[in-house]
């Protein structure tokens, strides 16, 4: 659907979507939503992309940091003359004798308070207290085990039930009311249906196929830092305070990053060790993680308990939702995980209560993954959601149709572009949802029971600021720079789009340049919010470029165009033509930069955020989406798999219809992962995460794939930019476990409410084929 038919389309809805904002945009070209393949894929698959542990320099140095064994109390004392007498070991580097760090209050996020090394203090199992710099890898790795650290044990706890009777020094701030309307108590006491049941989802640890490293280059003025980074500019910031440097005197590379799901949003306390190891040593030093370290020292999405009591009519009215939800976090930061960030306005309810509460542990510090908040909030909004129905006797899938609201009734304002009603609709036809019959086991196949389970999802929408610079040059290529980064989600592809729909270049001879903090500020990829954001910018800065082309062209004497009014010209399909006539009629732009012995035409680019537009204030910005789920259950052996995933998205115009549709594929694998098999399990006896390693801690593989498939709606919101594109990073997770496990009911009559799903809790089934 083009630009203008979407407007119009809007215009028919309820809630009256801003139909100002669509007013003059262009329809962009056939290369917007396009196919696209990976315009770095050749570079990965070839081995040329170079990721953070890649870079090696003259001199390079290796670091391997020495992790604690305890999960609480002191360092007593720290015995490394065994370690420096190994060979090739330069330094043992620890509280004693690390250069200065400090803590970061520069309005950039760090993943910790507090700077490595800072004091004695342990407050879990695996923080650094050494780190020891050698000649090779081995070496570093041998002396590591050779530091001798001897501790003063403190109490600890990695108790993963986060009950109602924590000694109030274990809940940091108290309960918080998140969100509230009407009288949610009396509602529920007074409502004929009740569900009230309390969901829980697990520790689960992000596993990026590359892990995190980062090689640090001291040259005497500078660092250089070559990092696996979400936020190139973000990492700058905060490093530049950690290090007690200038900005400028931190540079940031992140070219290729194989991936993140949240745990390289922010900086992590390896880095700060590598660069100060570097500028103790004067040498470069590489400090890779290990996938042991990741379970640790890298983040995690932390453990949530959440309370649902919904009351409703029996014809399926909604009149009281409560969600009351803790989460776990550290002793280095007090980390909200949002698990109500959806339940405010995903369905119609006039009374509402959301509370959070923080529960400290003896544990790394939390950080997002993917979803964060909505993810795990979902699992119990959906669930309780699905109990509903059951209890209503009425179809989830109508219940939540009959639900659907256009307002925000949070915020009492209109949804920018809301659509779950055809999500659900479109999503249903597309399973097969009519022939679905509600009784527990009553759909077979052959030796199989059959269950099918329903969710709805959502995640926010939002656009940040960002700086970009475009340059079309004399050889008719093109080169974008931006200060973001692409962690594999397709980001140098979907830029070259943007550049071929605004100028003609094919995206083959577009150079896009992210992943150096020396470039025009970009966006962080988190919040599934640097596609929105950059779109602006680089528009700006393309449409800056072929402003220049087009004055060239109207002044310059070679011009077949010299004279001409330049608002009279136009770039089309690389050519410069009248704009009355088609794009053939003109000459190539390279010809007339050429002709005016320019090298390029250069155009900046700028963009602000969404607050900044006063629209945006009118409405409510946000993603939908809907997932359809069948679980096969043999109940003769216990087996259990997901055989069927249909996911339908509403997230905006689609960029490129291949990373997209690839994006919802690997959240539906992460989905099944969260809802059968991933927990980061901590040893009662020392805090220990005891499963951090590939062979205990499980991920789903091949075997484990259901059949996928993903439709987009492709509604562009005109609120969010020219193309009307959200972001699709996160939006595809949500819904996946709790559709899973209402699935897993309707096969088994088994209701898992604490995930993962495990066969001990199917085990009590009674069914039988
Ligand atoms: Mo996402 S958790 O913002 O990488």
């Not at 609201?405 to 949070?410: A, F, G, H, M, P």
């Not at 609709?425 to 269950?451: C, H, N, Y």
């Not at 390029?600 to 963009?607: F, I």
């Not at 602000?608 to 003769?636: C, I």
Request: glycine share 10%.
């Amino acid at each position: 659907m083009r630009f203008e038919e979407f407007a119009e389309f809007i215009g028919t809805q309820d809630g009256a979507p801003p139909k100002a904002a669509a007013q003059n945009a262009p329809p962009p070209s056939d290369i917007i939503g396009a196919m696209v393949p990976r315009v770095d894929g050749p570079l990965k698959t070839t081995g040329v992309a170079r990721y953070a542990s890649d870079y090696n320099f003259p001199g390079l140095v290796y670091a391997v940091p020495v992790r604690s064994n305890v999960a609480s109390g002191k360092i007593l004392r720290i015995d490394s003359t065994a370690a420096e007498s190994l060979p090739g070991v330069l330094l043992v580097m620890h509280h004693g004798n690390v250069i200065p760090l400090y803590r970061n209050a520069s309005g950039g996020r760090n993943s910790e308070n507090r700077p490595p090394f800072e004091d004695e203090t342990v407050s879990y199992w695996g923080q650094y207290v050494a780190a020891v710099v050698a000649e090779s890898f081995e070496q570093a790795q041998a002396a590591a085990a050779a530091v001798r650290v001897e501790y003063e044990p403190a109490k600890f706890n990695v108790d993963a039930s986060l009950s109602d009777t924590l000694p109030p020094e274990d809940q940091p701030g108290g309960p918080r009311v998140m969100s509230h309307r009407g009288d949610p108590d009396a509602a529920f006491a007074s409502a004929p249906v009740k569900v009230d049941e309390v969901y829980g989802t697990p520790v689960e640890t992000h596993n990026p196929m590359e892990m995190h490293a980062t090689v640090a280059v001291w040259d005497g003025k500078k660092y250089t830092l070559y990092e696996s980074s979400q936020g190139i500019m973000n990492h700058q910031t905060v490093m530049a305070q950690v290090l007690g440097e200038p900005k400028e005197n931190v540079e940031v590379v992140s070219r290729f990053i194989g991936s993140g799901f949240g745990g390289k949003l922010f900086p992590w306390p390896h880095s700060a060790i590598a660069a100060a190891a570097s500028r103790k040593l004067n040498r470069p030093v590489k400090l890779t993680l290990s996938r042991k370290m990741m379970f640790s020292n890298s983040g995690h999405r932390p453990l949530t308990q959440q309370r649902m009591r919904l009351g409703a009519t029996p014809e399926g009215k909604l009149v009281s939702l409560q969600q009351d939800y803790r989460n776990h976090t550290s002793f280095g930061d007090d980390v909200r995980e949002n698990c109500g960030e959806a339940t405010p306005f995903l369905y119609s309810t006039p009374n509402l209560k959301v509370t959070s509460a923080l529960v400290r542990r003896n544990v790394g510090t939390p950080t997002p993954m993917r979803g964060p908040g909505a993810v795990p909030g979902l699992f119990a909004v959906e669930s309780a959601m699905d109990e509903l129905a059951i209890k209503l006797k009425k179809d989830p899938v109508e219940l939540r149709l009959s639900l659907d609201t256009l307002i925000d009734e949070e915020k009492n304002k209109p949804f920018s572009s809301r659509h779950l009603k055809e999500c659900l609709q479109m999503g249903a036809e597309k399973f097969g949802w009519s022939k679905r019959t509600p009784e527990v086991g009553s759909m077979r196949k052959g030796d199989l029971i059959l269950g099918w389970g329903v969710a709805a999802a959502s995640w926010g929408a939002n656009r940040g600021v960002c700086e970009a610079e475009v340059n079309l040059r004399c050889d008719g290529t093109a080169r974008v720079g931006c200060g973001t980064q692409d962690i594999g989600t397709g980001s140098y592809t979907v830029i070259a789009q943007i550049i071929q729909d605004k100028t003609g270049i094919p995206v083959s001879k577009v150079d896009v340049v992210l992943g150096s903090s020396t470039l025009p500020p970009g966006p962080t990829s988190g919040g599934s919010t640097a596609t929105s954001t950059f779109v602006p910018a680089i528009i700006d800065a393309a449409n800056a470029a072929v402003k220049v082309i087009l004055t060239v062209a109207s002044t310059s004497k070679a011009s077949p165009f010299a004279g001409k009014d330049a608002g009279s010209l136009a770039l089309t399909e690389g050519c410069v033509h009248e704009k009355n006539k088609p794009a053939d009629s003109g000459v190539p732009y390279e010809q007339i930069l050429r002709g005016a012995n320019l090298a390029s035409a250069n155009g900046n680019g700028k963009s602000g955020g969404l607050a900044a537009d006063p629209k945006s204030r009118n409405y409510s910005t946000h993603s939908f989406g809907v997932q359809f789920v069948e679980v096969e259950w043999d109940p003769g052996i216990a087996h259990l798999r997901v055989s069927r995933v249909v996911s339908v998205v509403d997230g905006g115009r689609i960029i490129n219809m291949r990373t997209a549709t690839n994006q919802m594929e690997g959240a539906i694998v992460m989905g099944v992962g969260m809802a059968l098999f991933e927990e980061t399990i901590y040893d009662p006896r020392n805090g220990h995460p005891i499963n951090d390693n590939f062979a205990d801690y499980i991920v789903p593989t091949i075997a484990d794939m259901p059949q996928i498939d993903v439709h987009f709606l492709n509604i562009p919101d005109p609120l969010l930019n020219e193309y009307g594109t959200r972001g699709i990073g996160e939006i595809g997770l949500a819904g996946v476990a709790p559709a899973i496990t209402a699935a897993v009911y309707h096969a088994t009559g088994v209701r898992v409410r604490r995930l993962p799903v495990k066969i001990e809790n199917l085990l009590a089934s009674q069914l039988t084929v």
